[in-house]
């Protein structure tokens, strides 16, 4: 996406601690339950590079900790993709797709 990132994760079955995680990114830190397997996080900026780690609060070495690197999608359409026609045609339904002026690759 391009401002948001959901973070998901799984842990070991020995893994019973109720202490809350801490994601650590761009100098900021977010504290997510012990027990919740994923977080949405927000307020990124588009196409730019984000590091993420994930670990048990108060660890360090020896604790769970993982990092995992991302990059937000670049701000492509500038305005939503518009329907040449209200109703479906022969079974087909047509959308113009604005012009997208960018350097990014597009899949």
Not at 26 to 51: A, C, F, W
Request: glycine share 6%.
């Amino acid at each position: 996406m391009k401002t948001s990132v959901l973070l998901s994760w799984e842990v070991p079955d020995s893994y019973k601690s109720s202490v809350p995680f801490k994601i650590l990114y761009n100098g900021q830190s977010v504290e997510v339950d012990g027990h919740s397997m994923k977080k949405l996080i927000r307020d990124l900026q588009p196409n730019t590079e984000y590091s993420f780690v994930l670990m048990s609060r108060g660890s360090s070495a020896g604790g769970l900790q993982h990092l995992v690197s991302i990059r937000t999608a670049p701000e492509l359409l500038l305005q939503k993709p518009l329907p040449l026609a209200k109703y479906m045609e022969d079974g087909r339904f047509t959308l113009t797709l604005p012009r997208v002026e960018t350097k990014s690759a597009i899949r």
